[in-house]
């Protein structure tokens, strides 16, 4: 009898431990990782490094090794100046004038013409534009190219949904939810979608944050204007699906069930106790 007892005790707690573990397992990032005995594969940058595609604003500077650079002036867009409004005192303000690239993937580059630098990388870019500009000024040219209108939407159950700013060319898709300020506790970790639009066609793929081979994933880093998109756990949908006053009422429901069982399992421990 001592023996049934201690069984249905230890299955108790067992069912307990089980229900948490997975809930943990649902809800903790990257689960898997401890069963990793060496380092993990990451995904190489330059193998996904965003390309340049129309639409873009590309910031384009040339310079030249030689201490004379009047040669390179040509190829420089003039510096735009103007006030900023409302300081009470006068200070200009800089800019640098950007590279439109049209629908045809070409930019209008001052003595070389139109250039189609869509489908290249800005490194593939640089490499072919130095070469047409040391050919005019019969010197090794140097040319600094960035893409300037690189941003990230993310939206769905973030804390802060919206558009993000890229400073740089790399961003990863954990770097683009932690700028979102994270997942809410209703964000569905295994559900993380990405939309990338790649030349007209649209890719999607679809992110597992609770496991670790995301780091070695193609889609690691992100391109200008991708969107992510965290979907919503059942609970949140569920509740979706209810209105202020229904919910009030699962929740008391829900609350008073907890309770019930609480007391049925303190009910359970003590006759267990009694009978010892």
């Not at 991708?226 to 699906?241: G, H, I, N, P, Q």
């Amino acid at each position: 009898m001592r023996k049934l007892k201690f069984e249905f005790l230890f299955f108790i707690v067992m069912a307990a431990l089980v229900s948490s573990c997975g809930s943990y397992k649902e809800s903790a990032y990257f689960y898997d990782i401890q069963n990793y005995k060496e380092d993990l594969p990451s995904a190489d940058y330059y193998d996904s490094e965003p390309v340049i595609k129309p639409n873009d604003q590309l910031l384009i500077a040339v310079s030249a090794p030689s201490l004379y650079q009047e040669k390179v002036a040509q190829f420089n867009l003039p510096v735009s100046t103007y006030l900023s409004p409302g300081e009470t005192k006068v200070t200009p303000t800089s800019t640098f004038p950007t590279y439109y690239v049209d629908r045809e993937g070409n930019i209008n580059f001052p003595v070389l013409g139109k250039l189609k630098l869509s489908g290249m990388t800005k490194w593939e870019a640089s490499a072919y534009m130095e070469k047409l500009i040391s050919g005019h000024i019969n010197e090794d040219a140097i040319v600094n190219l960035q893409i300037v209108s690189f941003n990230i939407s993310v939206h769905g159950e973030v804390f802060k949904p919206g558009t993000i700013e890229v400073k740089n060319d790399r961003i990863s898709v954990l770097d683009a939810l932690g700028a979102a300020g994270g997942l809410t506790i209703y964000g569905n970790r295994k559900n993380v979608l990405l939309i990338r639009d790649n030349n007209g066609s649209i890719e999607y793929h679809l992110f597992d944050l609770t496991k670790s081979d995301i780091f070695s994933s193609p889609y690691f880093y992100l391109r200008q204007n991708d969107v992510l998109f965290v979907d919503a756990t059942k609970t949140r949908m569920e509740e979706s699906e209810y209105g202020v006053a229904d919910n009030y009422r699962m929740n008391r429901i829900s609350t008073l069930a907890s309770v019930v069982s609480s007391i049925a399992t303190l009910l359970t421990l003590l006759f267990i106790n009694n009978n010892k």
